[in-house]
């Protein structure tokens, strides 16, 4: 495991330190933006390179999802989508299976991912080191689509409350998550738990995963998403009969989608017009609870709740911070893996 996450680091800390788009002298704001990026008029998100030559015009739009569940799913979710996407641009695309968040973090870092779908804390490490601009949130005609954490335990077993919690073995999903690990580190202490010092974390890599942890008898409990929760219910995956919820937090934002801050404008504006015109298939509808269009939204003020959640529990969106985040994604990785 010590090498994986030698390697890891290595990796991660060359990319991050690459040669970058602007020098400390020509940028006048950047923010929590890496040194790669530059924000002059305060957005929050990565300014198009002045420099021309560094716009980006694929001829292949490679686009991925989050990957909060199976990504082999939500491909043939996202087909219909897919296929409108490659009409409306005039160009092929390809749908990118990612397995962590930080790989698809990276492949958009990297310029290999050109749209994507982020889950909610992702979506801010998307931003500030891969230069992401989040544009949009599934959702419906008046309103973009929430979610709120909550915390689930087997509905046979003992723990009613949070402060059951305490001595239990507990599966946070993955380092970067809102709901599966930044926003429980945040808001729980309050409610007289903290997570390390109270209660053992174990990551299991994924939404579902803990899920369905908890419901074999893996974990204790879960702090997860209510929207993957959800679809797994009705997908007949899980039964709600057999879980307790024992703490609901107020609303987040669902997963973001984002394009790559140096896509060429006129590009840009179709990728979007292509979003935002779309209208979901009944099989969307059904998958997404309800949404059925890609709502709009602006990162500055939509994921502003989600950055209170961080700075509260002492977390940050930083370089730093990610380059921390993808350390310990390793190591749960490589621990599952034993």
């Given at each position: 495991?010590?090498?994986?996450?030698?390697?890891?680091?290595?990796?991660?800390?060359?990319?991050?330190?690459?040669?970058?788009?602007?020098?400390?002298?020509?940028?006048?704001?950047?923010?929590?933006?890496?040194?790669?990026?530059?924000?002059?008029?305060?957005?929050?998100?990565?300014?198009?390179?002045?420099?021309?030559?560094?716009?980006?015009?694929?001829?292949?739009?490679?686009?991925?999802?989050?990957?909060?569940e199976d990504p082999a799913v939500y491909e043939k979710i996202f087909s219909p989508f897919t296929q409108h996407l490659a009409a409306c641009t005039g160009k092929k695309v390809v749908f990118f299976q990612v397995q962590n968040n930080a790989a698809e973090i990276e492949a958009m870092r990297s310029g290999r991912l050109h749209v994507a779908g982020f889950s909610t804390g992702p979506t801010a490490f998307a931003v500030n080191v891969a230069g992401a601009v989040p544009f949009a949130v599934k959702g419906y005609a008046k309103d973009f689509q929430g979610y709120n954490l909550i915390v689930v335990t087997k509905a046979s077993g003992a723990i009613?409350?949070?402060?059951?919690?305490?001595?239990?073995?507990?599966?946070?999903?993955?380092?970067?998550?809102?709901?599966?690990?930044?926003?429980?580190?945040?808001?729980?202490?309050?409610?007289?738990?903290?997570?390390?010092?109270?209660?053992?974390?174990?990551?299991?890599?994924?939404?579902?995963?803990?899920?369905?942890?908890?419901?074999?008898?893996?974990?204790?409990?879960?702090?997860?998403?209510?929207?993957?929760?959800?679809?797994?219910?009705?997908?007949?995956?899980?039964?709600?009969?057999?879980?307790?919820?024992?703490?609901?937090?107020?609303?987040?934002?669902?997963?973001?989608?984002?394009?790559?801050?140096?896509?060429?404008?006129?590009?840009?504006?179709?990728?979007?017009?292509?979003?935002?015109?779309?209208?979901?298939?009944?099989?969307?509808?059904?998958?997404?609870?309800?949404?059925?269009?890609?709502?709009?939204?602006?990162?500055?003020?939509?994921?502003?709740?989600?950055?209170?959640?961080?700075?509260?529990?002492?977390?940050?969106?930083?370089?730093?911070?990610?380059?921390?985040?993808?350390?310990?994604?390793?190591?749960?990785?490589?621990?599952?893996?034993?």
């Amino acid at each position: 495991m010590k090498k994986v996450l030698l390697t890891v680091t290595a990796v991660i800390s060359a990319s991050l330190l690459s040669s970058a788009a602007w020098s400390q002298a020509s940028c006048k704001n950047r923010g929590e933006l890496d040194v790669n990026y530059c924000d002059e008029n305060g957005d929050l998100v990565a300014d198009l390179p002045k420099d021309q030559k560094k716009w980006k015009n694929p001829s292949t739009l490679v686009w991925a999802y989050t990957p909060v569940e199976d990504p082999a799913v939500y491909e043939k979710i996202f087909s219909p989508f897919t296929q409108h996407l490659a009409a409306c641009t005039g160009k092929k695309v390809v749908f990118f299976q990612v397995q962590n968040n930080a790989a698809e973090i990276e492949a958009m870092r990297s310029g290999r991912l050109h749209v994507a779908g982020f889950s909610t804390g992702p979506t801010a490490f998307a931003v500030n080191v891969a230069g992401a601009v989040p544009f949009a949130v599934k959702g419906y005609a008046k309103d973009f689509q929430g979610y709120n954490l909550i915390v689930v335990t087997k509905a046979s077993g003992a723990i009613q409350k949070l402060a059951d919690l305490k001595g239990k073995k507990v599966a946070h999903t993955s380092p970067s998550s809102n709901s599966g690990n930044m926003a429980p580190r945040a808001l729980f202490p309050s409610e007289g738990v903290t997570p390390e010092k109270d209660y053992t974390v174990v990551y299991s890599g994924k939404h579902d995963s803990s899920i369905l942890g908890v419901m074999k008898g893996d974990y204790d409990a879960a702090p997860v998403a209510s929207d993957v929760y959800e679809r797994m219910a009705r997908r007949g995956q899980i039964k709600e009969s057999d879980f307790r919820v024992i703490y609901r937090s107020k609303k987040f934002p669902t997963s973001s989608f984002a394009y790559a801050h140096d896509l060429e404008p006129k590009l840009a504006d179709k990728v979007l017009s292509c979003f935002y015109d779309y209208r979901f298939t009944p099989d969307m509808v059904k998958a997404f609870d309800g949404a059925d269009r890609f709502f709009p939204i602006n990162y500055k003020t939509t994921w502003e709740p989600v950055r209170q959640v961080a700075a509260a529990g002492g977390e940050s969106f930083g370089k730093a911070a990610y380059q921390k985040e993808t350390e310990r994604e390793a190591a749960a990785a490589a621990a599952k893996k034993k």
